[in-house]
T-cell receptor, first 115, second 116 residues
Framework: AQSVTQLDSQVPVFEEAPVELRCNYS??????LFWYVQYPNQGLQLLLK??????LVKGINGFEAEFNKSQTSFHLRKPSVHISDTAEYFC?????????????FGSGTRLSIRP | EAQVTQNPRYLITVTGKKLTVTCSQN?????MSWYRQDPGLGLRQIYY???????DKGDVPEGYKVSRKEKRNFPLILESPSPNQTSLYFC???????????????FGPGTRLTVL
C-alpha cells in the first residue's frame, strides 16, 4: 500500500536560516506528489506539486522541492525562512484507488521560526 | 472568488446529539471529500463523493454519514457523536476524479468539533 512518511514532526529554525522538511513515499507505480501548507487556524493550501518533467519544482513563498525517484523522496526546502513561514507542512501523494485517484497525506511537520 | 466554505467553524456539543457540518464549493468540482485531522496522524479521509448521488467510504468512515444531492454541497452528518470524534474537520473538492490525474484538492477553512 502507498504511504507517505514525514520524518520530523517538528522543526525549529532561526529566522533567515535555511530549512529542509523531509518526505519519503512508498509506491510501486508512478506518483504525483504535493506539499501543502496550513497556517494557524486556516485550511490547507497548495505549496507546490510534482507531476512530471523537471525534478526540481518551485512553489509559492520561495519554497522548492526535489523529486528523487531512486530515494523515493520529495524533500521541501527554503534557503532563508521568515517568521511568516511558521505553519504545519504536509507532504501528500496522489495514487490510483478504485478507478479514481486519491490523495494520501503524511502526518505533518510543524515548522517554528525563532527570531 | 473560488472557494470551499464550511459551517460552523467551531462547534461544542454533547454525546449523542445529532449534528451536521455543511460544505459548499463554487468551482463546479465533481469530486468532494471530508477529512479529519488529529495530532500526529495528519489528514485521514472519512468519505468522498465522485459526483452527485455517488459517495463512498474513505479510511475512517465509522460514525459518519454524508449525502450528495447537489454538486456544490456535501454535508457531513454525525448521527450520534462520541468524544472520539472530537477533531478538526476539513472539506475539500477537486476536478475530474477519474484516473491518476494528480489534481490538487482545494480545502475549506476547517471545523473544530468538540464532543463532551
Amino acid at each position: 500500500a502507498q504511504s507517505v512518511t514525514q520524518l520530523d514532526s517538528q522543526v525549529p529554525v532561526f529566522e533567515e536560516a535555511p530549512v529542509e522538511l523531509r518526505c519519503n513515499y512508498s509506491s510501486s507505480v508512478s506518483v504525483y506528489l504535493f506539499w501543502y501548507v496550513q497556517y494557524p487556524n486556516q485550511g490547507l493550501q497548495l505549496l507546490l506539486k510534482y507531476l512530471s518533467g523537471s525534478t526540481l519544482v518551485k512553489g509559492i513563498n520561495g519554497f522548492e522541492a526535489e523529486f528523487n525517484k531512486s530515494q523515493t523522496s520529495f524533500h521541501l526546502r527554503k534557503p532563508s525562512v521568515h517568521i511568516s513561514d511558521t505553519a504545519e507542512y504536509f507532504c501528500a501523494v496522489s495514487v490510483l484507488y478504485s478507478s479514481a485517484s486519491k490523495i494520501i497525506f503524511g502526518s505533518g511537520t510543524r515548522l517554528s521560526i525563532r527570531p | 472568488e473560488a472557494q470551499v466554505t464550511q459551517n460552523p467553524r467551531y462547534l461544542i456539543t454533547v454525546t449523542g446529539k445529532k449534528l451536521t457540518v455543511t460544505c459548499s464549493q463554487n468551482m463546479n468540482h465533481e469530486y468532494m471529500s471530508w477529512y479529519r485531522q488529529d495530532p500526529g496522524l495528519g489528514l485521514r479521509q472519512i468519505y468522498y463523493s465522485m459526483n452527485v448521488e455517488v459517495t463512498d467510504k474513505g479510511d475512517v468512515p465509522e460514525g459518519y454519514k454524508v449525502s450528495r444531492k447537489e454538486k456544490r454541497n456535501f454535508p457531513l452528518i454525525l448521527e450520534s457523536p462520541s468524544p472520539n470524534q472530537t477533531s478538526l474537520y476539513f472539506c475539500a473538492s477537486r476536478l475530474k476524479p477519474q484516473g491518476l490525474v494528480g489534481k490538487e484538492e482545494f480545502f475549506g477553512p476547517g471545523t473544530r468539533l468538540t464532543v463532551l
